[in-house]
């Protein structure tokens, strides 16, 4: 029961996209008469569903083939969708065209078929780029100055690793190729923000121990995002110290005498937003003034009373939409969807895009992403900035 109001929305937003495509098809091909289809467009809405249902019911050789047949084909659907709607203002516009110069029937249907087949070939083209974006990460590259790193340090090398969402849709060469990032970053230290656990043990197998042989000589330091409470905590927590991880619920770490640590739950669905600030600000309240304050949360949210009580939050979450034009959806509910943000005095935010990736594997103007910050010490005379 827990879960059934997001079920209702997703099957309903879902079913809606069949639905309009549907429609469109229908439009240009009328005398196929498409609706004769409209059950297996109920499977099809369906199928994301029953393949989670049977990854949990550790049915692994069913439910990976569906998986990449449903979010192969959610991705597809969507982007034919967004096709289609962009291009509806000029059908309007030819309808409207057809319609005063009566008689013209032809011209209607032509641009019906015209129309629909542009949508499917838009489509088809940014599904392939969408494929090939989503298997070439990228390492971002943030210097950022504070006067809290002693004099006396060059840089200390923290890497971020943000919503890899291991699971069936995470091929092993793919994860080989966002972790030979990591070690050609050279971390000093380790960070996961959230969502790198999403499928079931029989997915994960052999993926701890790619970890393990990433040095990070300072530690590596990982906390829960919202697919971890999805797929099971106590799974996700077991993998992360399998593969290195100190995870963080609630606590924090000094490292090295160099910086404090400190990294919260995501709290999923079920807590509300004044328990989980008010959680946070007793835990970030607990780190010394004098070091610099490394907060990891999965989402990049800035809660009041937990403003001035660090120096760095690093978060994910938002995957900068994946799939343009998403980005424009997830800004309503998070202001700062990718990069870095200047709060003021000496502090920042930095939202990780992501290297992985969740629902259909594409990604879309949103390109995966390995993050090295830099922290350096502030030059004599300069006031804290980052760059």
Not at 115 to 122: I, M, T, V
Not at 259 to 264: K, Y
């Amino acid at each position: 029961m827990r879960y059934l109001g997001f079920f209702a929305t997703f099957f309903l937003v879902y079913g809606g996209m069949h639905a309009y495509a549907l429609r469109v098809l229908a439009r240009a091909f009328p005398a196929r008469r498409l609706w004769r289809w409209a059950p297996l467009c109920l499977l099809l809405a369906l199928a994301p569903m029953l393949a989670r249902f049977l990854e949990r019911a550790e049915y692994p050789a069913l439910s990976q083939p569906l998986a990449w047949f449903a979010y192969l084909w959610m991705g597809l659907l969507f982007l034919f969708v967004v096709s289609a709607a962009a291009l509806e203002l000029l059908w309007a516009a030819v309808s409207l065209l057809a319609f005063v110069l009566a008689g013209r029937r032809g011209l209607f249907a032509a641009a019906a078929r015209g129309l629909c087949l542009l949508a499917l070939g838009g489509a088809a083209l940014v599904f392939v780029l969408s494929w090939r974006e989503a298997r070439q990460p990228v390492l971002e590259e943030v210097t950022i100055f504070s006067e809290k790193i002693p004099a006396g340090v060059a840089e200390l090398r923290l890497v971020q690793l943000s919503d890899l969402h291991l699971g069936p849709l995470l091929e092993k060469s793919r994860l080989r190729t966002i972790l030979a990032l990591v070690r050609a970053a050279r971390p000093d230290i380790l960070v996961a923000t959230g969502d790198i656990v999403d499928g079931q043990e029989a997915h994960l197998d052999g993926s701890s121990a790619l970890f393990r042989e990433i040095p990070a000589p300072l530690g590596k330091y990982a906390v829960l995002g919202n697919h971890e409470r999805y797929v099971g905590v106590e799974q996700a927590v077991a993998f992360l110290e399998a593969a290195g991880f100190t995870v963080l619920r609630d606590e924090a770490r000094e490292v090295a005498g160099l910086l404090a640590v400190a990294g919260s739950d995501d709290p999923g669905r079920g807590e509300e937003g004044a328990l989980q600030a008010a959680r946070e600000a007793l835990l970030l309240g607990r780190l010394p003034a004098d070091r610099f304050r490394l907060f990891l949360k999965h989402r990049p949210l800035l809660p009041e009373e937990g403003k001035a009580a660090f120096d760095l939050q690093l978060s994910g979450h938002v995957h900068q939409g994946q799939i343009f034009p998403f980005v424009f959806l997830v800004r309503r509910a998070f202001p700062h969807p990718t990069g870095l943000l200047r709060l003021g005095g000496g502090k920042y935010l930095y939202t990780s895009r992501g290297a992985g990736t969740w629902g259909p594997p594409l990604r879309f103007l949103a390109p995966p992403e390995v993050t090295l910050i830099r922290l350096r010490p502030l030059p004599a005379s300069a006031p804290a900035r980052g760059e």
